[in-house]
């Protein structure tokens, strides 16, 4: 049986540590000792691109934004989707990923990291896609678990009112917003269609032919025939209850 290695470790901004295993041809990110993402299971990562990027057939010259590099399954199915002329930013917060996918894993995806159309930038998303007004046609983010973030506390901040906002100001006219999370999120598809989004919510497996592992990603526009097809319909949003009662007591008043 051949070893788990640990090949290296990074320090996350919030004090956790996060590590790079692998085992025979397969790798894993760990953060405080839990799963975060592995070679294994990954075709939910491929299933973000593939419908966040779904508009973009036949586009020339489309501005894709990826929030989060990971191990690069996500940058390498968009690479594989889009036109030689395509412009693809990738934001990730820590170095280390971005120096471990170099070190470490440029095989695992074709090198993508060395396409010219890839622009690397490492820092805050958030603030990236604040300063990116009406620049991008897709932001596909891939940041933690999704909203129920479990490693950088201020990922949180992403997906929260005033990441939705940013990343609605960042997008264009037609452009989509993909979020990849491992878990469903009513409060979240709120927040996306109290934002402006008309959104859909997709199942997606974790690996080719899975029947029983499953991870979900919404796909938000402000043009609804965007959309891809399928998908389910999102939660309604709650009635704002102390708005309510204050209009029902204003009719029963007069």
């Given at each position: 049986?051949?070893?788990?290695?640990?090949?290296?470790?990074?320090?996350?901004?919030?004090?956790?540590?996060?590590?790079?295993?692998?085992?025979?041809?397969?790798?894993?990110?760990?953060?405080?000792?839990?799963?975060?993402?592995?070679?294994?299971?990954?075709?939910?990562?491929?299933?973000?691109?593939?419908?966040?990027?779904?508009?973009?057939?036949?586009?020339?010259?489309?501005?894709?934004?990826?929030?989060?590099?990971?191990?690069?399954?996500?940058?390498?199915q968009?690479?594989?989707?889009?036109?030689?002329?395509?412009?693809?930013?990738?934001?990730?917060?820590?170095?280390?990923?971005?120096?471990?996918?170099?070190?470490?894993?440029?095989?695992l995806?074709?090198?993508?990291?060395?396409?010219?159309?890839?622009?690397?930038?490492?820092?805050?998303?958030?603030?990236?896609?604040?300063?990116?007004?009406?620049?991008?046609?897709?932001?596909?983010?891939?940041?933690?678990n999704?909203?129920?973030?479990?490693?950088?506390?201020?990922?949180?901040?992403?997906?929260?009112?005033?990441?939705?906002?940013?990343?609605?100001?960042a997008?264009?006219?037609?452009?989509?917003?993909?979020?990849?999370?491992?878990?469903?999120?009513?409060?979240?598809?709120r927040?996306?269609?109290?934002?402006?989004?008309?959104?859909?919510r997709?199942?997606?497996?974790?690996y080719?032919?899975?029947?029983?592992?499953?991870?979900?990603?919404?796909?938000?526009?402000?043009?609804?025939?965007?959309?891809?097809?399928?998908?389910?319909?999102?939660?309604?949003?709650?009635?704002?209850?102390?708005?309510?009662?204050?209009?029902?007591?204003?009719?029963?008043?007069?």
């Amino acid at each position: 049986m051949k070893p788990i290695v640990r090949l290296a470790t990074a320090r996350t901004p919030d004090g956790g540590e996060m590590e790079l295993y692998q085992h025979d041809r397969d790798f894993t990110i760990k953060i405080n000792g839990q799963d975060l993402m592995s070679s294994r299971q990954y075709e939910s990562e491929l299933e973000l691109a593939r419908l966040g990027c779904a508009h973009l057939t036949g586009s020339k010259t489309p501005s894709i934004l990826i929030g989060g590099l990971g191990l690069g399954y996500t940058l390498r199915q968009v690479l594989d989707m889009l036109g030689p002329d395509a412009q693809v930013v990738v934001g990730e917060l820590l170095s280390a990923v971005v120096e471990w996918n170099r070190e470490f894993l440029m095989d695992l995806n074709g090198q993508p990291l060395n396409d010219k159309r890839v622009d690397i930038k490492t820092g805050d998303v958030v603030e990236l896609i604040s300063r990116s007004k009406d620049r991008f046609d897709a932001i596909l983010l891939d940041i933690d678990n999704g909203p129920s973030a479990m490693s950088i506390l201020r990922n949180r901040r992403l997906y929260g009112y005033e990441g939705i906002r940013a990343c609605r100001l960042a997008l264009r006219e037609q452009g989509c917003l993909a979020v990849w999370s491992v878990e469903s999120s009513k409060k979240y598809e709120r927040l996306l269609m109290s934002g402006g989004f008309h959104v859909r919510r997709f199942r997606v497996p974790v690996y080719k032919g899975s029947k029983s592992q499953f991870r979900f990603v919404w796909i938000a526009s402000k043009d609804k025939s965007i959309l891809p097809a399928g998908g389910g319909e999102p939660h309604l949003p709650l009635i704002d209850e102390s708005k309510e009662s204050r209009r029902r007591r204003s009719r029963e008043r007069y």
